[in-house]
């Protein structure tokens, strides 16, 4: 704005003006409260984000492109600096989506450098990592750590989201694991080479970062060229059978249909150690629209269910965790305590309770479904038999 | 080879903007390669403040201050007599990086439908229209923000067909328009037709955008904004009118069972004056008011937002300027009836552009 041709003013009434106009912002320092009930909720803590309103628009316009913008996060009376991108897969699709948070140098918020604050968006109950969690720690899976927050941006509620520990160095140090290699899978990952494979499409090595899949194809093809009478020699080298067997026994049960291609970790504690499962993303636990059986479908399942010893294994592993952490006497009154605790952000939150879903419908619902998983598991897991090709 | 004696690095940090993405770098390689060839091609302009903003932030009243700075550069490359590109970095203290805004290359070769293909302005609005350093108040209005964060104004990748109306070369085309469709990340594609009248000092335009989301939670929205201004060499006002659906609050209902057309109405209305002191160091002062008003569902208009922007921009020179500003926000929610004035923010600045 250029102003060479303003008209003429007289320079003595400067100072008055500029007294005048400074007394009429005054009245817009005086200030009123927010009276959003997210600043009182019980239980859940609250994640108050400031992002630059520009950058904002220009996250939301770039959920697949890994925009990360910055993000100060206030947390009761503290500030922290981070930043924020969009994160997952299949939920970047949706209205409601996922970021991840990067705190600024060595910052941690509630003990993490990095964390996801995941919708959840196949879970209305927000109750599913609870259950698994708790199920596959108990069977000794390194499972990542977890909490609920309601997270505001720029004064708009967000809702409730679940902040997820993100599986990478930082995890493995806080549990005094060693990991010499870690691979995430991606969608439609398939394990082994039939109709050939292209490993880079599917897989990722993670730690150490690099594109060297070698040990991980070397494992594909041993699992491709095992012989079932020799598994124990012949592919026991690669992969912690009893260790997966357990897994997938577990993820069948819990009907973890995205837990049988994408959403596995396989992690070498050392050179020599073979692959063990880290569980991730439980969402999409009992999804009510695809069952899965007595087993999940994968290459690695249909392959080691041709030994007589693997189906036996399989079988003794859906009785322990039947008996064990799934015992709905012990994991139901903790889903309904983490119920309790989530309630009122639940209720407040604008695509569960403002969106008509009810957290105790959605508690029963769940419980109902577990236990007839439960029990379709009792009357059936006997009549599991060796596969032959 | 990037070296720091480069006009260009002079004036952004050479590590932040390394440290950025490897298409930046790339673009950067590219433009460093480029300006030294044709060095008698290339304008920049940009801009640069450093002030405090106080905020009214709820309840974190210790951190209610910020004292900021940030700054723009933008190379505008004329690649023929009939190419221009433009390269538009912009960093702050928030970020403490630089950051591609805008990368477009324009075709001139007809008069009347210039083409300029990159990520570029939607056409929606006075204020989504608006150059940072051009535009009177420091902050944008609420309605302008909210209108970016649904996805109507803003920059995206796409296809622009133009014409600037220009009174004195042509003085018998008082018109402008702007024609885009764009494509965002998020599975978005939108496209925007704005057209302008001008006449003295007036200027009246009529928008209409509409947006189409892909995948998950399909839906299409629609936008369309009203605006007219009045602008001589003392004084500028300008009002505006907008009802855009809201595509996420859409979604929702449709869980709900509910229709999925939700409009939102937002008005906005500005006027500033600019009063020549003629003082040795103050030569011109430009107080000005904004007042903007919006509800997110024009069934539901008890819930809404006012905004009274109350400003004075001191200038020490056509380029340089004071600039402060109270932006009053008044907030009635569906928790209360009473109105909260939180995102409220108190700013003095020192600006320059050049």
């Given amino acids: 704005m250029h102003a060479r041709h303003a008209p003429a003013f007289s320079t003595a009434l400067f100072p008055q003006l500029i007294t005048a106009i400074l007394l009429l912002l005054v009245p817009a320092c005086e200030t009123a409260p927010d009276s959003n009930p997210a600043w009182t909720l019980d239980?859940?803590?609250?994640?108050?984000?400031?992002?630059?309103?520009?950058?904002?628009?220009?996250?939301?316009?770039?959920?697949?492109?890994?925009?990360?913008?910055?993000?100060?996060?206030?947390?009761?009376?503290?500030?922290?600096?981070?930043?924020?991108?969009?994160?997952?897969?299949?939920?970047?699709?949706?209205?409601?989506?996922?970021?991840?948070?990067?705190?600024?140098g060595d910052d941690t918020l509630f003990g993490f450098h990095e964390m996801n604050l995941s919708a959840q968006i196949y879970d209305p109950s927000h109750l599913r990592s609870t259950l698994a969690t708790e199920a596959f720690a108990a069977l000794g899976f390194p499972v990542f750590a977890h909490r609920h927050i309601f997270l505001r941006v720029n004064g708009t509620n967000l809702g409730l989201y679940l902040l997820v520990e993100r599986v990478n160095e930082a995890f493995f140090h806080r549990r005094g694991l060693p990991v010499h290699e870690l691979i995430s899978c991606g969608f439609g990952a398939r394990f082994g080479y039939g109709e050939g494979n292209h490993l880079e499409k599917y897989f990722e090595k993670k730690i150490p970062k690099s594109g060297n899949l070698n040990s991980f194809g070397e494992f594909l093809h041993a699992?491709?060229?095992?012989?079932?009478?020799?598994?124990?020699?012949?592919?026991?080298?690669?992969?912690?059978?009893?260790?997966?067997?357990?897994?997938?026994?577990?993820?069948?049960?819990?009907?973890?249909?995205?837990?049988?291609?994408?959403?596995?970790?396989?992690?070498?504690?050392?050179?020599?150690?073979?692959?063990?499962?880290?569980?991730?993303?439980?969402?999409?636990?009992?999804?009510?629209?695809?069952?899965?059986?007595?087993?999940?479908?994968?290459?690695?399942?249909?392959?080691?269910l041709r030994s007589d010893s693997c189906v036996a294994a399989y079988k003794h592993a859906v009785r322990q965790a039947i008996s064990g952490p799934l015992d709905p006497a012990s994991i139901f009154p903790r889903l309904e305590a983490q119920a309790a605790r989530i309630a009122d952000a639940h209720a407040l939150d604008p695509w569960l309770g403002g969106a008509g879903i009810d957290l105790a419908v959605e508690s029963h619902l769940l419980q109902s479904h577990l236990t007839r998983r439960l029990d379709f598991f009792r009357d059936h897991i006997e009549s599991l038999t060796t596969s032959r090709p | 080879m990037i070296t720091?004696?480069?006009?260009?690095?002079?004036?952004?940090?050479?590590?932040?903007?390394?440290?950025?993405?490897?298409?930046?770098?790339?673009?950067?390689?590219?433009?460093?390669?480029?300006?030294?060839?044709?060095?008698?091609?290339?304008?920049?302009?940009?801009?640069?403040?450093?002030?405090?903003?106080?905020?009214?932030?709820?309840?974190?009243?210790?951190?209610?201050?910020?004292?900021?700075?940030?700054?723009?550069?933008?190379?505008?490359?004329?690649?023929?007599?009939?190419?221009?590109?433009?390269?538009?970095?912009?960093?702050?203290?928030?970020?403490?990086?630089?950051?591609?805004?805008?990368?477009?290359?324009?075709?001139?070769?007809?008069?009347?439908?210039?083409?300029?293909?990159?990520?570029?302005?939607?056409?929606?609005?006075?204020?989504?229209?608006?150059?940072?350093?051009?535009?009177?108040?420091?902050?944008?209005?609420h309605v302008h923000r909210r209108n970016a964060e649904l996805g109507y104004a803003g920059r995206n990748v796409g296809l622009l067909v133009y014409y600037n109306a220009n009174l004195e070369k042509r003085p018998t085309v008082p018109y402008s328009y702007a024609v885009g469709v764009f494509k965002n990340n998020s599975y978005v594609t939108t496209a925007a037709a704005r057209g302008s009248w001008h006449h003295g000092g007036w200027t009246t335009s009529l928008g209409y955008t509409v947006m189409a989301r892909?995948?998950?939670?399909?839906?299409?929205?629609?936008?369309?904004?009203?605006?007219?201004?009045?602008?001589?060499?003392?004084?500028?006002?300008?009002?505006?009118?907008?009802?855009?659906?809201?595509?996420?609050?859409?979604?929702?209902?449709?869980?709900?069972?509910?229709?999925?057309?939700?409009?939102?109405?937002?008005?906005?209305?500005?006027?500033?004056?600019?009063?020549?002191?003629?003082?040795?160091?103050?030569?011109?002062?430009?107080?000005?008011?904004?007042?903007?008003?919006?509800?997110?569902?024009?069934?539901?208009?008890?819930?809404?937002?006012?905004?009274?922007?109350?400003?004075?921009n001191v200038f020490v020179d056509d380029d340089v300027r004071l600039r402060m500003v109270a932006d009053g926000l008044f907030t009635r929610d569906r928790f209360a009836d009473t109105y909260s004035t939180h995102g409220s923010v108190f700013s003095i600045e020192i600006f320059f552009r050049f």
């Fill in chain 1, 43 to 104: 239980g859940v803590p609250l994640i108050e984000a400031q992002v630059p309103p520009d950058r904002w628009a220009e996250l939301r316009a770039n959920r697949w492109s890994d925009e990360r913008v910055p993000v100060a996060l206030y947390i009761d009376g503290a500030r922290f600096r981070g930043t924020l991108e969009a994160q997952g897969a299949g939920s970047r699709y949706h209205a409601r989506w996922s970021f991840k948070l990067t705190m600024d």
């Fill in chain 1, 223 to 304: 699992l491709d060229t095992a012989e079932p009478d020799r598994f124990a020699e012949q592919l026991g080298t690669y992969l912690d059978i009893d260790n997966y067997l357990r897994y997938h026994a577990l993820a069948s049960i819990l009907n973890h249909v995205d837990g049988f291609a994408n959403n596995i970790y396989f992690y070498r504690p050392t050179a020599s150690s073979p692959y063990q499962i880290i569980p991730w993303d439980f969402d999409k636990l009992l999804f009510p629209h695809h069952d899965v059986g007595l087993v999940g479908d994968n290459e690695i399942i249909e392959k080691l």
């Fill in chain 2, 4 to 141: 720091t004696q480069h006009p260009f690095l002079m004036h952004a940090s050479r590590r932040s903007i390394l440290q950025s993405t490897p298409t930046m770098a790339v673009i950067l390689a590219s433009l460093l390669i480029v300006i030294p060839l044709r060095a008698q091609d290339v304008t920049f302009s940009g801009f640069g403040a450093t002030g405090v903003r106080m905020y009214d932030r709820n309840p974190v009243s210790r951190y209610n201050q910020e004292f900021f700075y940030e700054g723009k550069l933008q190379a505008d490359i004329a690649l023929s007599k009939k190419i221009e590109a433009q390269l538009d970095f912009r960093g702050d203290s928030e970020e403490r990086t630089a950051i591609l805004r805008e990368v477009s290359v324009t075709f001139k070769q007809l008069t009347y439908a210039r083409v300029r293909l990159g990520n570029v302005k939607k056409p929606y609005s006075i204020e989504g229209l608006m150059d940072r350093d051009e535009y009177i108040p420091v902050f944008d209005s």
């Fill in chain 2, 214 to 312: 892909s995948h998950d939670d399909a839906i299409t929205t629609h936008g369309i904004s009203i605006d007219a201004g009045y602008t001589t060499a003392a004084f500028e006002g300008t009002i505006e009118a907008m009802l855009a659906q809201d595509p996420e609050e859409g979604i929702r209902r449709r869980l709900l069972g509910q229709s999925d057309v939700v409009w939102s109405p937002g008005v906005r209305a500005l006027a500033a004056v600019r009063v020549d002191v003629g003082g040795t160091f103050v030569r011109t002062i430009e107080p000005y008011l904004l007042l903007a008003w919006s509800a997110p569902d024009a069934n539901a208009a008890r819930v809404h937002r006012a905004e009274l922007m109350a400003g004075v």
